[in-house]
């Protein structure tokens, strides 16, 4: 390629042409990654740029330059090969040759090919209305959260592409240009895959309907950073509390002063009771407390992450001593639906800024260190460890901690919603909390009686 001032080009592939004076640095895009149309362009720039360098201050669009139009002709200096396409572009390419000035002998054009026809891609629908129904159908398999995370993973790809680009036309260099951008802006490896990931699920939709006919496989195929195994050795497991961390947590007078409201004080007792994930507990209603024909009250789980989690909860009797049941009756006669009325669904959750609190209150009690991995999940560790530790067989404690099953054993199970073995199992958990010093005594009764106004002011606490 003949070596053309002014002519750059981005960490993408796409050519710039590019006019940087003391002042100023002024660059325009050609559209193109082909270095031999790009050298042509910025050639016919450079030719009129020169004649308007008389100019006090020249602007490219001065240069009545239409890029589009100069790469309907193809000039191949290399093989010596010359197209064009009609009259007029013929006119135009010679033109161009004329600014490129004398060319080698071996190099001139024997005679002027007539264009040969690109293979026409056939017609698609744009990227947006594909992703629309796509989004549509995985709502109806997904979780709301899951499909949030797919929608801002497509607008994410989209808003680094032409958005009416048509889905035919992301070949898989699109998407190579496009995991590029990501690593080039230091995005981690996870991060990356889960974006490919939703895209790799969009275009399995795609191929699945006959929408994305330009081939058989997956684009998004052989470009993830990481494998599985190397995703699941980066995950960093939640780690349990220690006795020592469970005493301080609890603590009565701290934990009293700390955990002000309702669902800051239930929320982790109901951890460490029962195993059930924040978002499980945090979406309680009045109705799920129930009690069963053999007198056992439980928590009905109706939604969970996984169809093993709707399952039912025996309600332990350490429970039951620091007066859970009377807050939840407190709540009914309320006339609320869920026993913390004042949560708001956001992002699919009514967890919304528990876990910060807890973070908060476990670093100022020391609890939190730099780099532990302590959550609200690591109840559920120290419940689902301590059922273990107890003689709980796996089913017993799948079924309280609501994780899969295996095979047959999850097809059986799935039917049983009471093991009548359970409550003496929940029972067996024991930690260091002072219940008789933590126990209800309605502290909350007008904070719940005024909930109506809690929702009407749309404020999470």
Known sequence: MIKTPRLIRNRC???????????????FSLRTKCPHTAAIIALQLNANFERERAMSNPKL???????????????????GVYKADGPDDHARMMDALERIGPIPPHMQPLATVPATAPTPVLKSLPVSEAVTLWLAERAKKNGKRTVDAKRYHAKDFMRRIASNIEVNAITKAVLVGYKSALL??????????N???????????????????????????????????????KNEPFQPFTKTDLATFF????????????????????????GMRISEVTAIRCEDVQQADNGVHFIFV???????GVRNVPISDALLDLGFLNYVEEVRQA????????????NGTYSKNLSAKMLAYMTERGIKKANDHKSFHSFRVNVITALANNSANTAQTMKIAGHK???????????????PDLKPIVDGLSWPIDAASLKYDGRFAGFVADHKNWAKSKTVV
Do not use: C
């Open 13 to 27: 592939g796409v050519f710039y042409f590019r006019i940087k004076t003391a002042t100023s640095d002024r660059r």
């Open 302 to 308: 109706p939604k969970s992450k996984t169809t093993a």
């Open 335 to 346: 006339g609320a639906e869920r026993i913390f009325p004042h949560r708001l669904l956001i």
């Open 61 to 79: 669009s001065d240069f009545n330059f239409d890029p589009a139009a100069l790469r309907r002709y193809e000039i191949d200096l290399k093989n």
């Open 251 to 274: 603590d009565p007078v701290p934990y009293a002063a700390a955990m002000n409201s309702p669902d800051f004080f239930w929320a982790p007792l109901i951890g460490i009771y029962t």
């Open 195 to 233: 974006k490919l990931m939703s895209l790799h699920d969009f275009f399995t939709y795609m191929l699945g309907h006959g929408l994305y006919t330009v081939s058989n496989s997956n684009p998004v195929d052989g470009l993830f950073v990481l494998s599985k195994a190397e995703r699941v050795a």
């Open 405 to 419: 099953q295996s095979g047959a054993d999850e097809i059986h199970l799935g039917y049983v919603r009471d093991l």
């Open 184 to 193: 080039t802006e230091g995005q981690t490896g996870k991060t990356i895959d």
